[in-house]
């Protein structure tokens, strides 16, 4: 089979997973289709399953597949495109999940790199995205740059020129990084480069992006698309505006942006986080 082409642009929302106040913190499947509805009356038209701030890492893999699963049948039903993480567990499991994609036909695939045995270099870890496609070879391959978290600072650019190179599904990566200078070097035609970074999102929008994946979507998202609209126009104070209001929000969350969430959404909410995330719902 041919692989699929992932063309989307614009934002994308990485989504909380719902967990009831229970010892387990078993997972509320339930409140899938209700988001996947809220999102879209919100102008969003396109999510994240699994990933950092969907506690990806936090849930067996049996859990990760169900919620890929639920998320595919909400998406289709509010025409939403899905990308799903993939990463941040031992190797076997990745394919595992890249396999249970491949199945699936989400939209996109996005994949941390190997956090034990870390990436010494691009060649590194563009082997181990090679090895990651092998199993789910007719998705969209993106890779997620969290250098923060991950500890694999390596540097995209050349990431991305050894990928295309080496990976047919190669589509390009999450960028959650502030360091602008390396992420529009990343920015090339046929190349997509998703900003992971709210606070820097005008500054890379005036360097040339054009797609973000950003958490503060799910609190204040009409900051984030009065930013990109703003650029769109060239109404350049009123973006620059819209930027503030949306660091000041977001740094006034702090970690606590799923508390938030609960707190201003009137209709559902995603309850605590698991351990070790703890701190993503306190106050």
């Avoid at 229970?22 to 919100?42: E, G, N, P």
Wanted: hydrophobic share 40%; net charge neutral; aromatic share 10%.
């Amino acid at each position: 089979m041919e692989p699929v082409k992932f063309n989307y642009s614009g934002l994308m929302c990485p989504v909380f997973s719902a967990f009831a106040n229970d010892s387990k913190r078993t997972i509320r499947f339930d409140v899938i289709d209700k988001y996947a509805a809220w999102l879209k009356q919100k102008g969003v038209n396109g999510v994240l399953v699994n990933g950092t701030t969907g506690e990806g890492v936090c849930q067996r893999i049996d859990e990760r597949m169900r919620s890929l699963e639920e998320w595919l049948k909400a998406c289709r039903k509010y025409d939403l495109k899905c990308m799903v993480h993939i990463g941040g567990t031992a190797v076997a499991n990745v394919y595992d999940l890249a396999e249970h994609a491949e199945q699936s036909g989400v939209d996109a695939v996005l994949c941390l790199p190997e956090l034990f045995f870390k990436p010494q270099c691009e060649e590194d870890l563009v082997d181990y995205l090679k090895k990651v496609a092998e199993h789910c070879p007719t998705r969209p391959l993106f890779y997620y740059h969290f250098p923060a978290f991950s500890k694999v600072n390596l540097w995209m650019p050349r990431v991305c020129d050894l990928a295309e190179k080496e990976i047919p599904t190669f589509g390009g990566i999450k960028f959650s990084n502030s360091d602008l200078n390396e992420g529009t070097a990343c920015l090339k035609a046929g190349r997509k480069v998703f900003l992971g970074s709210n606070t820097v999102f005008c500054g890379a929008l005036a360097l040339g992006f054009d797609s973000a994946i950003l958490v503060s979507l799910n609190v204040f998202p009409e900051l984030g698309q009065a930013v990109y609209a703003a650029v769109q126009e060239n109404r350049w104070k009123d973006a620059q505006a819209a930027q503030e209001e949306l660091t000041r929000r977001f740094n006034a969350c702090g970690t606590a942006l799923k508390t938030e969430f609960n707190r201003v959404n009137s209709e559902f909410d995603c309850g605590p986080s698991r351990k070790p995330l703890l701190n993503l719902n306190k106050n």
